[in-house]
């Protein structure tokens, strides 16, 4: 069973190694390993930003808002395809409805933009850069 929680201290390292995960980080804006002290350092100001997406009182993903304010999601790898990150959006959507809510995501990364698309996000901006490299 599903269930979502505010995020606390205990779930820190949870969201750190799902940051840090492969998948996550080639489909992030930066594909930079968070460090122990960095992360917690970044939770102790952001930890009221995020939820936390238990199956059976276990870990499966979180939702919030990062530093820059734009939504960052995500499922573990053996639960990702499940809808478990439809869930979590549509309850954050909910628990932000008097927020504007914007979230940043690569055109290589097919999922999480048919995922934004399903919860009723729509496209606004493309970014363009240099190169590939910036």
Request: with cysteine; charged share 25%.
């Amino acid at each position: 069973m599903l269930e979502i929680v505010r995020n606390k201290p205990q779930y820190w390292e949870f969201i750190r190694h799902l940051k840090n995960d492969e998948t996550a980080r080639t489909n992030s804006m930066s594909d930079h390993m968070i460090q122990v002290g960095e992360h917690r350092a970044y939770m102790s100001v952001h930890n009221d930003k995020y939820y936390i997406c238990l199956n059976n009182s276990i870990p499966v993903g979180y939702v919030g808002r990062n530093a820059q304010d734009y939504i960052s999601v995500a499922v573990i790898s053996g639960n990702r395809g499940k809808g478990i990150g439809k869930y979590m959006l549509q309850y954050f959507r909910e628990q932000m409805s008097t927020q504007k809510l914007r979230a940043i995501v690569s055109l290589e990364n097919p999922a999480s933009l048919k995922l934004f698309e399903a919860c009723g996000f729509i496209k606004k901006y493309y970014i363009f850069e240099g190169d590939e490299n910036d």
